[in-house]
């Protein structure tokens, strides 16, 4: 009888590896217990450690749509999306981005088509969870800034700042899957959403139609009196308030603070060289 | 970016013999409330590489009144590849922010390729891993600037390719690169079960003087295809007795150490964890003074 050795230290983990997230793979070649033969329950252990702690990292990312799946069929949807979509970093705090997709993507759910932009809004909350920290703009700041250089001032959104415009009532969804308000959803209501991290806590509300367009376009590097155009385009002309979108901006903390004195030289505004005109 | 005032009121970041938990959030308010005389918290890295908000706040909070040791679960020192410098930069910045007494990691692997698995997988003992995990260590001295405690791992099998014991492994390890030793007493006790040999001629084979930093935790049990033991690393309970025991041998052979109750899943309320803590930390009391009486004599 003929033996045939596993192959070396480096193939051994080469085989390991893939056959950690799948299930039907046999199990590698020169895996052994005590008494020196393959032993499947032993291998299991490493599977089961993967699977279980990766379906549970994107869990609690996720509590609303658990909620709304219900425990049981979350860790299944979850199950194929760890092993389909594996994360690609060690800082697990990063991982499950591409969950609205892979729910989107997911024929059983496709009935539930508010699921993913749920899932798109906890992704948001968890951004701006582990945003970096920064001051936001005060409305004070803002009034300081000379008159004729106000409409080419260029502002950041806040580093913790998101925003998303759903055809579902997502706000609502989440207030009451995640937040258990008692509120009363209208699946037909589509929502605004903003959301901020001011200080420590995360604040999500909605937003008056035209903010999520003035927001993209402020990210884009627009001028105020740019963005505010573009936001009034976005909407019907007579919906859109620029003065009342500013103020529910500033009260959220969605913008980044900037240097009043460098604003009242004119260097945050005009070209997008940032030197003044 | 200035200097922050509350990096001067920081504890000093050194670590002695004493007991520290494993950190969580859902305790801070507490610890901060209650001020808890203990030895040290430790972190898992990753945990803390987010760029702001709750976590570094709190860490930071916790920071002022303690020292902290910083544990990464992450940098897969075992892996085929060359290591993640994108990780190994996440690191050293975390050290610079915080300044922890101790920095360990473990011998095992976690990315393949381009994935992360989220387990600390095993290696084989053979030259050629050998050679491979003290490359790694080496750049992570150099690029941390400091030396490294590297922990032993839970096992669940062995590997046909391997020629030489753990403790023969590790005391290897230990020459080639100068890092430190962190001595698992409950994987000590989880990987002899699970392999079958003995945990106690474990410890005598263990190069106990490079140690810097002994880890408790609870382990769930279960069974293999044959029906014999095999022991899940799971940290989820109260550490068991035969662990308690071997602990106590452990500090005869290494001397009081700074020694880590970790339980991370099925976390129990903080006083349950503190008296876990206080524990162990008579037990390395006990040891303490068993030196001194020792050098008295």
Known sequence: MRFDPPG????????????????????????????????????????????????????????????????????????????????????????????????????????????????????????????????????????????????????????????????????????????????????????????????????????????????????????????????????????????????????????AAFDPEEAAAGFLSGGSNGIPD | MSFSSSMQRRRPSGIGARTGVGLKGEHVAEILETRPDIGFFEVHAENYMGAGGVPHRQLEAIRCEYPVSLHGVGLSIGAIGVLDEAHLARLKSLNERYEPGLFSEHLAWSTHDTTYFNDLLPVPYDEETLARVCDHIDRVQDVIGRRMLLENPSTYVAFWQSTMSETDFLKEIVRRTGCGLLLDVNNVHVSCTNQQVSARDYLAAFPVEAVGEIHLGGHAPDLDDEGRPLLIDAHDRSVDDAVWLLFEEALLLCGPQPTLIEWDNDVPAWPVLLSEAEAADQIVQRAELRGEQRRAV
Not at chain 1, 140 to 156: E, H, W
Request: charged letters at 20%; a negative charge; glycine letters at 6%.
């Open chain 1, 8 to 255: 070396s230290a480096v193939a051994a983990l080469e085989a390991f590896a893939p056959a950690l997230l799948e299930g039907e793979r046999d199990l590698p070649d020169g895996i052994i217990g005590p008494d020196g033969k393959p032993s499947p329950r032993r291998f299991n252990v490493y599977r089961n450690n993967v699977v279980v702690s990766l379906v549970e990292a994107v869990m609690d990312s996720y509590p609303a749509v658990l909620k709304l799946l219900g425990e049981d069929y979350f860790k299944a949807v979850a199950r194929l999306f760890v092993i389909n979509n594996p994360p690609k970093s060690p800082v697990l705090i990063w991982y499950g981005a591409a969950f609205a997709e892979f729910l989107e993507s997911f024929p059983p759910l496709a009935a539930y088509g508010y699921l993913p932009d749920v899932a798109r809004l906890e992704w948001a909350w968890l951004e701006a969870y582990h945003a970096a920290d920064a001051a936001p703009l005060q409305p004070q700041t803002l009034a300081s800034v000379p008159g004729d250089l106000l409409a080419g001032l260029k502002i950041a959104p806040h580093p913790s700042c998101r925003w998303l415009q759903s055809p579902w009532p997502v706000v609502s969804l989440l207030a009451v899957n995640r937040f258990e308000s008692g509120e009363v959803v209208d699946l037909a209501e589509a929502q605004e959403v903003l959301v901020t991290r001011p200080d420590l806590d995360v604040e999500v509300r909605l937003m008056r139609p035209g903010c999520a367009c003035l927001l993209e376009a402020l990210s884009a590097g627009c001028s105020l009196s740019e963005a505010g155009e573009r936001a009034a385009q976005s909407v019907q002309e007579d919906v859109f308030q620029f003065d009342m979108c500013l103020s529910d901006l500033l009260a959220a903390g969605a913008l």
